[in-house]
């Protein structure tokens, strides 16, 4: 999904503070607890942040790969975001295979270091990309092997939530970022600032 990369999407996605639901395009209404708070989905920045980002994204998408440097830079600098990925796999049969590795990483404590690694990797990803981006960040490949295979019950329903989720927020793709309560795709790192500081404002208002 490309836009102009500093353009947030008009109106209120999800009102993220106090809303229970708003009835968007499929006419189902968003849960917001799980949105934010699902305990399996993976978290970054600073867990107790005044600001959340909810990033659903594609390790096959470009945009997604272009964006991820920036969206790092300013939750590392800003220390007050708290960063929830949500793993979307759409674009591709690769994509649910790296989205399934990333996911398993986690149980040795390496969903970070294998998200960025497959961030890093240019173009469409192959199988074979994919192991070397993971062997390559460090993480060992055969506790992964068993993780996915022990934990596959514990992923696909992990996937699946996400994908519900998307399905009730009526996505069209990768990469949207729901940041406070609004809504946005591609940005730079003065975009994602910029709408972080507009989520403050919103946000602020009584």
Known sequence: MQQDRRT????????????????????RDPDVEAILNDPEAPVSGNPKGNVTIVA???YNCPFCKKAAPDLARVVREDGQIRL???????IAETSVYAAQLALAA???????????????????LSREQI??????????????EADVNGKAAQITALLQRNMAQADSLGLQGTPTYLIGPFRTS??????FKQVVADARKKQALP
């Not at 947030?8 to 499929?26: V, Y």
């Not at 929830?84 to 759409?90: A, E, I, L, R």
């Open 8 to 27: 947030i999407i008009s109106g209120l996605a999800l009102l993220l503070a106090a809303t229970p639901g708003l009835a968007l395009a499929q006419g």
């Open 56 to 58: 659903f994204l594609d």
């Open 84 to 90: 929830v990925y949500k793993d979307w796999p759409v």
């Open 106 to 124: 986690a149980y040795q404590g390496a969903y970070a270091k294998a998200h960025d690694a497959l961030m890093a990797t240019k173009g469409r």
């Open 131 to 144: 192991a070397a981006a993971l062997k390559g960040a460090g993480i060992d490949l055969a506790r992964l």
């Open 186 to 191: 591609t940005q730079d790192y003065a975009g």
